[in-house]
């Protein structure tokens, strides 16, 4: 070989190894750039989470995914820990969803419809959530009254759940003027007469009016007072308000500094049927802060459930009473 063929194989070579050498620093740089994104295939990035978080569908603000489940007791207590001893938050109703976030000897924490989480008794969570999600139904069903019961056949039979004021169905079947729902636990029961609305699977419940939303507060008037309660067998003033709104497709919050902020601010005396109006303590150590809601009549009356009379009641706008005095009043329906 001449010396020049030497030297010019030795460039060769050279070069060779600077272009591997060049190629290796790449890929190493490639590789530290992709990892982040290797690590979000397998992990999934945070973007990634929340669009598949996003994906399920929801029943009331409730995913419908493996945490989701439906209350299985015609009122389920809400309560601030699990045990029974500790304070109640709220309660849900019958077939409604709640999402599962921990279960814990016997118990379940869960959010609710309303928005609260708090624990629940395990035995009152069916994981199957086919009654709300997942099957063909033709309407839904709507319990307006006081309670419904919900029987075995269309004319009667065996009575499986007396369902509150709120509860809802979803229909899949009728016969004259009962109609077949999905139930949990896997059954199914009937559901007739008046005291109930049926609407389509898509509609919203709709707006009624002010006049109608005071008439079915005053379905639960006599109702025993009970903190956190919503329903017949217990209630208090902001969860009369919030149930009888509900199911007239008006969404108000489930507390009464929330229902002070919905609405329009009106006076006092100005109040219609269907205002909220608010009463202020007067007792020692109360003073002007809000103790309690209702819904005016008109007249110069109102409807509200009173802590201290233990039940729920008519007022008047006009008087003090064991709760306070009205000092505000907001506008729901325009």
Known sequence: MSGANFLEGVHKVGRNLIIAFVAIIIIGLSGCVSRPEEAAAVNGTADEKESSSSSADYVYGIPM???????????????????????????????QPVCVLQQESGWARVTTVDGTTGWTKLKFVDRDISSVYGRSY?????????????????????????????????????????FEV????????????????????????????ADDFASTALRLKGASYLLNGMSELGIDAPGLVYICARINGIDLPRTTS???A???????DEAQAGDLVFLAGIG??????????????????????GRKIGYVAVGDINEVNSEGKIVAARRIFN
């Open 65 to 95: 995914d493996e945490t989701a489940g439906v209350i299985t007791e015609n009122v389920a207590d809400v309560y601030t820990s699990p045990d029974v001893k500790s304070s109640r938050l709220t309660q849900a109703l019958y077939n």
């Open 138 to 178: 033709t309407h839904r069903i709507i319990v307006t009254t006081r309670s419904k019961v919900v029987t075995s056949n269309p004319s009667g039979g065996i009575t499986y759940v007396d369902a509150p004021m709120g509860t809802e169905f979803l229909s899949f079947n009728s016969s004259d003027d009962a």
């Open 182 to 209: 999905l139930l949990p636990e896997n059954k199914t029961g009937w559901i007739k007469g008046s005291g109930i609305i049926h609407i389509g699977l898509d509609e919203k419940v709709p707006v009624t009016n």
């Open 258 to 260: 929330g229902q002070l």
């Open 262 to 268: 919905s609405g329009t601010e009106i006076k006092p």
């Open 284 to 305: 020692e150590g109360e003073g002007d802060s809000i103790t309690c809601v209702g819904i005016s009549l008109g007249g110069g009356s109102y409807i509200y459930a």
